[in-house]
């Protein structure tokens, strides 16, 4: 992965211990490509506002917002603050990047934002 230059505040890597904690505690599989932007920093903002979230903030952003109910076979990854969402497929090879309206949880409702997250969190 290359690295992340819009980083406003970011924080240390995740160890693969605490990726998988939250893959335990969710009972979910995170894409991998995700799991890679953990292992650079284990949640930060950008440039643009927008929140990835890390392994202290996914749980419980995931179980507010309901997103195994509403966008079941999906995972919150990060926020713009203001009201959007930004999601990703619960699949190991899942590179896209979704954005949903946080009262409109559907991801048939959801608008496609990037075809890879890395590429995405690079050009902001």
Known sequence: MSPLHNIVTGNPPASEHDILLIEQTM????????????KEANGFALTNGVLIYGTEE???????????????????????????VFLMALEKEACQVFVVDVGDMNPQHAILV??????WLQEG
């Open 27 to 38: 009972a979910i599989h995170l894409p991998q490509e995700y799991k890679n932007v953990l």
């Open 58 to 84: 996914i749980m419980e952003r995931n179980e507010t917002w309901e997103v195994s109910e509403y966008a079941k076979g999906y995972v919150a990854i990060g926020d713009d603050g203001g009201g959007m």
């Open 114 to 119: 990037s075809s890879q997250l890395n590429r």
